[in-house]
């Protein structure tokens, strides 16, 4: 069945570095979408993206969609402490409608 | 602003019981899921339900899992006898629109926890 993966598991960066993680899944996907947990909360949807090579931006945050639409990346310029969470990436296949989470990326972020 | 709700936010319970967890979805939608999350783990689906059926559902939604709508406002998911490795935190989401599109809506989540 389709997978997601998604790496690194954890990141640890000071206050102003630069953080990213990647996702990539077994089959092409129809769009991709990334989800934010605070810790003790609930997934909270940040953006979808749908169209091969897409890139969009959040003010300190950008978000691509690989060419072949199997992979995407997300992107925190300059970290601050709010930042912290999991990062999940999410992703549906071209065969169904249901979302599929990838493992998530913790960051955490030393003021 | 709307926002799914989920009763109750933890439950405790005795291996082999009945657990019956409840979502209100937010009203204009019309897609319903079910998300479970082990502690620090991911967060993995279960079962979507959409006109009063289910559309898609997991492996992990074997026969000892169900879902339903009753009325016109909730969305149940009980699981008929536990196990200890139903533990997790469930979260119900909902969302509106065209079936593969559209984000999700999270509740706050369901703690489970079997004893």
């Known amino acids: 069945g389709q997978q997601v993966m998604q790496i690194p598991q954890y990141q640890h960066v000071q206050e102003g570095e630069d953080f990213t993680t990647y996702c990539n899944s ?12 605070r810790p003790g909360g609930h997934p909270v949807f940040l953006i979808q993206l749908v169209k091969s090579g ?33 990062y999940f990436c999410a992703g549906r296949d071209n065969q169904g409608g249901k979302l599929i989470f990838g493992q998530g990326t913790e960051l955490s972020v030393k003021p | 602003e709307p926002e799914v709700t989920q009763t109750p936010s933890h439950q405790v319970t005795q291996m082999g019981q009945e657990v019956i ?31 009063n059926e289910i559309s898609e559902k997991s492996e992990i939604f074997d026969d000892q899992f169900s879902v339903e709508r009753p009325d016109g406002s909730n969305f149940t998911l009980k699981i008929r006898s536990t196990k200890l490795e139903d533990s997790a935190m469930y979260f119900c989401a909902s969302k509106w629109g065209d079936r593969d599109t559209g984000e999700l809506f999270f509740g706050e989540g369901s703690r489970l926890t079997v004893l």
């Open chain 1, 26 to 37: 077994s089959t092409t996907l129809s769009n991709i979408q990334w989800y934010k947990q």
């Open chain 1, 54 to 86: 897409e890139v969009k931006k959040q003010k300190r945050l950008t978000f691509q969609f690989g060419e072949a639409k199997k992979n995407s990346s997300l992107h925190i310029t300059a970290t601050q402490t709010t930042d912290v969470g999991t």
């Open chain 2, 21 to 51: 967890l409840r979502c209100v979805p937010i009203s204009n939608h019309l897609y319903f899921y079910w998300y479970r999350q082990i502690l620090g783990q991911k967060v993995e689906f279960l079962v979507s339900f959409y006109n």
